[in-house]
């Protein structure tokens, strides 16, 4: 099983909300990634969980809150955004950090109204 | 300041023909590079791969060449199938402990029948 779930796949929030979506992978996995990517622009990396501690803040704004509740989950907690962060949410995940090959998701489909 | 930059953003190709993919990156510290084709609305799915102690990679329809000196690598698929229509992303990072990926803006490809 080389997959990576996200739910949900599409999320239209008010700008007062409070949403999570979520990430999960039963590869065994020690590394997950959360990447935001906006339309025809590359995906950008916000952040590294390695063995469910987080490792990198791409210097992402707090309205984002990242959190790994087992080495199988990855949630990002959303509240007060504003309408610049729709875009496409991906999870990936990898053996650990230090493997190359990354898994991704599908993606979250972010609107913020 | 785009560290991986693939400079045709779209490519058309007769079904059987090659199609190759440029990609060029500024920075002689990635030491590893991967491609990765996205389908509408799913997730970037991992291609192939080189290090950069390699010069060329092979995997079936996919090669990638890379040249340190001109700091270019190009992804050939042949022949061409229309399945393969899809955005190609490359991606770099370097052995800096961090193994944060930077992608390139895409190329789509579309394989003409």
């Known amino acids: 099983d080389t997959e990576v779930t996200q739910t949900p796949k599409h999320l239209v929030m008010g700008m007062t909300n409070k949403k999570s979506l979520k990430c999960e992978q039963h590869?065994?996995?020690?590394?997950m990634y959360w990447y935001k990517q906006k339309a025809k622009k590359p995906p950008e990396l916000m952040f590294v969980?390695?063995?469910?501690?987080?490792?990198i803040n791409e210097s992402v704004p707090s309205r984002f809150s990242p959190e790994c509740p087992n080495s199988s989950l990855l949630n990002l907690h959303l509240h007060a955004l504003q309408p610049e962060d729709s875009a496409l949410y991906l999870c990936?995940?990898?053996?650990?950090?230090?493997?190359?090959?990354?898994?991704f998701g599908p993606g979250t489909r972010l609107t913020v109204t | 300041d785009q560290q991986v930059k693939q400079n045709s953003p779209s490519l058309s190709v007769q079904e059987g023909r090659i199609s190759i993919l440029n990609c060029d990156y500024t920075?002689?510290?990635?030491?590893?590079f991967l491609w990765y084709k996205k389908y509408p609305a799913e997730g970037p799915t991992f291609l192939i791969s080189?290090?950069?102690?390699?010069d060329k990679n092979e995997d079936g329809r996919f090669t990638v060449f890379l040249n340190k000196s001109a700091k270019h690598l190009s992804l050939h698929i042949v022949p061409s199938q229309p399945g393969d229509s899809a955005v190609y992303f490359c991606?770099?990072?370097?052995?800096?402990?961090?193994?944060?990926?930077?992608f390139g803006t895409g190329t789509r490809l579309k394989v003409l029948a």
């Open positions: 080189i290090s950069s102690i390699k």
């Open positions: 991606a770099a990072n370097s052995n800096s402990g961090t193994y944060k990926y930077i």
């Open positions: 590869m065994g996995h020690r590394a």
């Open positions: 969980y390695s063995y469910e501690k987080l490792s």
């Open positions: 990936a995940s990898s053996q650990d950090v230090s493997a190359y090959e990354q898994y």
């Open positions: 920075n002689s510290m990635f030491d590893y």
